[in-house]
């Protein structure tokens, strides 16, 4: 069972107000519990949580690169195997660290069928040094390498399925989870650091500052990406889709339409083009996972 | 600032480290409508909202950096946000 009152992420750190990722940060720990060996890459979280020697982990941490978590993670594993200790490993990198650089570190540890947990926190972008884009960054948003302006709607490419990949790779255990709904959150953790063998979660994690909304805003954001079927939240054991998270949706536009990364699909002037195409990414989502909930009649007008 | 054998820190030595300066809004818990029901400590991403022994919450103004989000996820809304007199 979690313990949702165990604290082992402290005050003190210097996230933004309202980040996402440092909600995630807590969440995590009470997931896994006080027994945990966290592994670290470079990125906001790493940053705003340990500047020497300000620690805000009261587990024991490591950082070392920006793309060698899953190898650092891999030594820390089998060291512990060697030496009949219990500690769950748990990887915690961003988007960019787990998307992009880190993959061939990542692949290489699922391969060699390290026991340890992968948590990717996604705020969709590199954000610790500017907001440049990522593998995991949505189509038609705007950050500073996919800038929208007279000859770009942003972001040409839709969001890499990195935990098809991952369960590809034959992992025992790949959820998707969202910071906006806790509990789930925590529950998969717990299930994936008692899984045996390299289990893989991602959770949406919103950032205020790379996305453009108020830090008040952050758990309604990460909600609404879940009902507008942009974020579908499921788990899969041994490569098959066992749990999803159902929704009566919501058309993308009110998600869209509340962050500054999005602006340009609504002014000048409004894009029905991209905004049809995310539309059809969320259409895609539903039909593929099946989290549409069929109301019995039409609502009242 | 002299390093440690391995960079090692004392855990949680974040503390030092007093935010609430930051802040520009202050949540007031009302203590009114509260259900007690726990999800202002459970968001707060700062983990800056603790309980009294009237199992009542509270935000510690040392680390509190007046974000907000504590308010807007209170069910009960019994969280003010009231602008910070410095
Ligand atoms: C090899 C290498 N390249 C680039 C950097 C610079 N760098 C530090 S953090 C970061 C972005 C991290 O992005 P992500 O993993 O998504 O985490 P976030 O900051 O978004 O939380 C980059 C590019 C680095 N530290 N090392
Ligand atoms: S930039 Fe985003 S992820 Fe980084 S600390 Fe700020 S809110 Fe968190
Ligand atoms: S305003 Fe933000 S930092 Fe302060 S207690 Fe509420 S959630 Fe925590
Ligand atoms: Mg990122």
């Keep these: ?301 | 600032m002299a390093l440690s054998v391995g960079c090692t820190a004392r855990p949680g030595k974040s503390r030092s480290n007093r935010t609430g300066s930051w802040r520009v809004f202050r949540p007031v818990f009302k203590h009114d409508k509260c259900t007690k029901c726990g999800i202002c400590a459970l968001v707060c991403p700062e983990g800056c909202v603790e309980q009294s022994e009237d199992e009542f919450y509270e935000a510690n103004y040392e680390f509190c950096k007046g974000c907000g989000l504590c308010s807007d996820e209170c069910p009960a809304e019994d969280i003010e946000m009231e602008q910070e007199e410095k």
């Design chain 1, 1 to 301: 069972m979690v313990d949702k009152s165990l604290e082992l992420f402290d005050c003190g750190h210097r996230a933004c107000g309202g980040c996402g990722p440092a909600i995630a940060a807590r969440l995590i720990l009470k997931g896994a519990g006080k027994d945990t060996i966290v592994v670290s890459s470079t990125g906001c979280m790493e940053v705003f949580s340990s500047p020497y020697p300000e620690t805000a982990w009261k587990v024991p941490w490591i950082h070392s690169l920006f793309e060698n978590a899953a190898a650092v993670a891999s030594g820390v594993e089998a060291s512990l195997k060697k030496q009949g200790r219990s500690e769950k490993v748990v990887i915690i990198g961003g988007d960019g660290a787990t998307f992009d650089i880190g993959m061939l570190c990542i692949s290489g540890a699922f391969e060699r069928g390290h026991d340890f947990t992968y948590i990717c926190y996604d705020n969709e972008a590199y954000m610790n040094t500017g907001i440049q884009r990522s593998g995991a960054t949505p189509y038609a948003a705007s950050t500073t390498t996919s800038p929208a302006g007279r000859c770009s709607t942003g972001n040409k490419r839709p969001k890499k399925d990195m935990p098809q990949i991952l369960a590809a790779h034959g992992a025992p255990y790949v959820a998707t989870a969202s910071v906006s709904y806790p509990a789930d959150f925590m529950q998969k953790v717990e299930k994936a650091v008692n899984t045996k063998g390299p289990c893989y979660i991602q959770v949406h994690a919103p950032c205020a500052t790379g996305w453009g909304f108020e830090g008040n805003l952050t758990m309604k954001m990460g909600k609404l990406a879940v009902e507008t079927g942009l974020c579908v939240l499921y788990e899969m054991v041994d490569g098959k889709v066992t749990r999803v998270k159902k929704v009566v949706r919501k058309p993308v536009e009110e998600y869209l339409s509340t962050q500054k990364r999005f602006r340009h699909l609504f002014k000048p002037a409004r894009k029905d083009a991209e905004i049809a195409q995310i539309q059809a990414i969320a259409d895609f989502n539903a039909e593929k996972y099946g989290i549409d909930i069929k109301l019995k009649k039409e609502p009242a007008k």
